[in-house]
């Protein structure tokens, strides 16, 4: 592990760097919001074993075989608005090619059937639940596509038992009152305000 080259995929502020970098070679973290990107620069200043820069995930900066292994933490349904799927399809290719033989791809994602069943808010925010589940493809599509790509040994863990973010935040009832809880999760972000009112 300490020999390997990693790439995370929508590296956001750098809380998986920030846990990870210390046992890797190098980490590289591709992001797109300007204003993530600058707290992650902020955290990583002058640390040799961290990159970051400014990018898209569905239309990578490399083109050929750089890293041991990458991952892609809750990315994905920020990266689609509709049942289209494709480009889906096309990001897992394009990380094919930027990866080294013999190396792994993680994607942790959230899934169509975990947001319509999984979240204690959902029978409260349905049209927010219904305009995410548009975002999510089924687990079965990404090893689907991670098989089209060309990867192998591709599985799937759905893990139950522990929550995305910590417990604490994550079963606060009345969290979702609250602006700043909403505006970091991507189902209360998009409830309307009638819907936050009838919920």
């Known amino acids: 592990l300490s020999e390997q080259k990693l790439v995370e995929f929508g590296s956001g502020t750098g809380n998986y760097i920030e846990v990870l970098h210390p046992t890797v070679a190098s980490i590289t973290g591709l992001e797109y919001s300007d204003g993530m990107l600058e707290q992650a620069k ?16 569905l239309d990578l900066p490399w083109k050929e075989p750089t890293f041991d292994g990458a991952y892609c933490c809750q990315v994905t349904h920020h990266l689609v608005d509709n049942e289209e799927y494709q480009p889906l399809k096309d990001m897992c290719k394009q990380i094919f090619a930027v990866i080294k033989p013999g190396g792994s791809m993680i994607f942790n994602v959230p899934t169509l059937e975990g947001t319509e069943k999984g979240l204690w808010w959902s029978e409260y925010i349905p049209g927010a639940v219904a305009k995410l589940a548009k975002r999510m493809p089924s687990g079965q599509f990404f090893q689907d596509a991670l098989k089209e790509a060309g990867f192998v040994n591709v599985g799937r863990s ?3 038992s522990d929550t995305l973010s910590e417990p604490s935040v994550y079963l606060q009832k009345d969290g979702p009152l609250h ?21």
């Not at 902020?42 to 995930?57: D, R």
């Not at 909403?182 to 409830?191: K, P, V």
């Open 42 to 57: 902020a955290k990583f200043e002058g640390n040799p074993k961290v990159t970051l820069q400014q990018g898209n995930a």
């Open 179 to 199: 602006k700043w809880y909403r505006d970091t999760d991507s189902t209360w972000s998009l409830a309307t305000p009638e819907e936050l009112e009838a919920a």
């Open 158 to 160: 759905v893990v139950l």
